[in-house]
């Protein structure tokens, strides 16, 4: 599963997931569904003004959120 966290010039930050190289509508139920599948986050994407410290943490949540998955059912 593909994200990108984008941030707008109000510092509003919106994720939308990346399908067949479409955004649609971020769901958090969707992204619970294919974790349980297994099936990990991509490395993320971000898009406008983000500092490499907020880069950084959206990038090492992913890597946290993935080595859950492998964790579970071990």
């Known amino acids: 599963m593909k994200i990108c966290f984008k941030?707008?010039?109000?510092?509003?930050?919106s994720v939308v997931q990346i399908?067949?190289?479409?955004?649609?509508?971020?769901?958090?139920?969707n992204m619970i569904k294919n974790l349980i599948k297994k099936e990990k986050l991509e490395e993320?994407?971000?898009?406008g003004e983000f500092s490499d410290a907020e880069v950084e943490s959206?990038?090492?949540?992913?890597?946290?959120?993935?080595?859950?998955?492998?964790?579970?059912?071990?």
């Open 7 to 13: 941030k707008n010039k109000e510092n509003e930050v």
């Open 19 to 29: 399908e067949d190289e479409k955004e649609i509508e971020f769901k958090y139920v």
């Open 44 to 47: 993320p994407i971000t898009q």
């Open 58 to 74: 959206i990038r090492r949540m992913t890597q946290l959120i993935n080595q859950e998955v492998d964790e579970f059912d071990k």
